[in-house]
């Protein structure tokens, strides 16, 4: 399945990646016989129109604007339907959530966030998440989920 590109300059033009990422959907729902309505689209492309986090009630809040949906647990339940399916994930100390850049892969959540500019880039590593089993293992625990989240300075950020 094809990665939604995934840049992190303050410039980037975010509609390249919302097209990757409801074409990816697009096809995932299609194979898996799932309904991708209007809504959940709306969603995701909400929340991959910017590398930022974004909270549930900015989210019902724009599209209340929109007039797509006003109540919590609308975008609540499309907010579940698509991290249930691997469309995007939740920062979990920001109660946020991010697009996914391998949509549908089994894979573990590791974040790199910006506290200058928020952005949250996520990282491919299954040398840290075999890290992590291994030490835990060691001491007899079963690790079933991870997510790591790590908080610094991006690369731009720095430059500027």
């Given at each position: 399945m094809?990665?939604?590109a995934k840049q992190t300059s303050h410039e980037h033009d975010h509609a390249h990646c919302i097209d990757d990422a409801v074409t990816a959907a697009e096809r995932l729902c299609a194979a898996k016989g799932l309904r991708f309505t209007p809504l959940r689209?709306?969603?995701l492309e909400l929340v991959w129109s910017s590398h930022k986090p974004v909270g549930a009630?900015?989210?019902l809040d724009q599209l209340r604007s929109e007039e797509l949906g006003s109540a919590p647990p609308t975008v609540y339940r499309a907010l579940d339907f698509l991290i249930e399916n691997g469309l995007i994930h939740r920062i979990e100390r920001m109660n946020a959530f991010v697009g996914c850049s391998h949509p549908g892969e089994t894979h573990?959540?590791?974040?790199?966030?910006c506290g200058d500019c928020g952005n949250a880039e996520e990282l491919e590593s299954d040398g840290v998440a075999n890290s992590i089993a291994a030490s835990a293992s060691r001491r007899g625990f079963t690790a079933r989920d991870m997510t790591l989240e790590?908080?610094?300075t991006c690369a731009d950020c720095q430059r500027a």
């Open positions: 094809k990665k939604p689209k709306r969603v009630y900015a989210l573990r959540g590791f974040f790199l966030i790590v908080t610094g």
